[in-house]
Nanobody, 126 residues
Framework: QVQLVESGGGLVQAGGSLRLSCAAP????????MGWFRQAPGKEREFVAAINWSGGSTRYADSVKGRFTISRDKAKNTVYLQMNSLKTEDTAVYYC???????????????????WGQGTQVTVSS
């Protein structure tokens, strides 16, 4: 069992930046594909960004492309989501996810992830 812990969420004004982090205390997920999803109130969980196990490939939702960057530091066993030029519509709970089954690919589907964090709230004010 891999426990993922997100951090870095908070309240920021539109146009600002935040960096989310995802770690797995006591475990390594260096061989896992990783992803970030978000869920706003009353909406389904949606794909935000993903990175494969090596870090060589990434993919983004159209709504965040050019503003968000996913990266991973294998030495620190941490995955990051750098969020710039934040908009009010980015307000949501952000979740980190890990996929061992599909680690060689970019995983954009919720059901293809094996492990999830508890989420961190991101609120963007106007």
């Amino acid at each position: 069992q891999v426990q993922l812990v997100e951090s870095g969420g908070g309240l920021v004004q539109a146009g600002g930046s935040l960096r989310l982090s995802c770690a797995a205390p006591g475990r390594t997920f260096r061989d896992y594909a990783m992803g970030w999803f978000r869920q706003a109130p009353g909406k389904e969980r949606e794909f935000v960004a993903a990175i494969n196990w090596s870090g060589g490939s990434t993919r983004y939702a159209d709504s965040v492309k050019g503003r968000f960057t996913i990266s991973r530091d294998k030495a620190k066993n941490t995955v990051y989501l750098q969020m710039n030029s934040l908009k009010t519509e980015d307000t949501a709970v952000y979740y980190c996810a890990a996929s061992r089954t599909f680690r060689g690919t970019i995983v954009v589907v919720v059901s293809e992830y094996d492990y999830w964090g508890q989420g961190t709230q991101v609120t963007v004010s106007s």
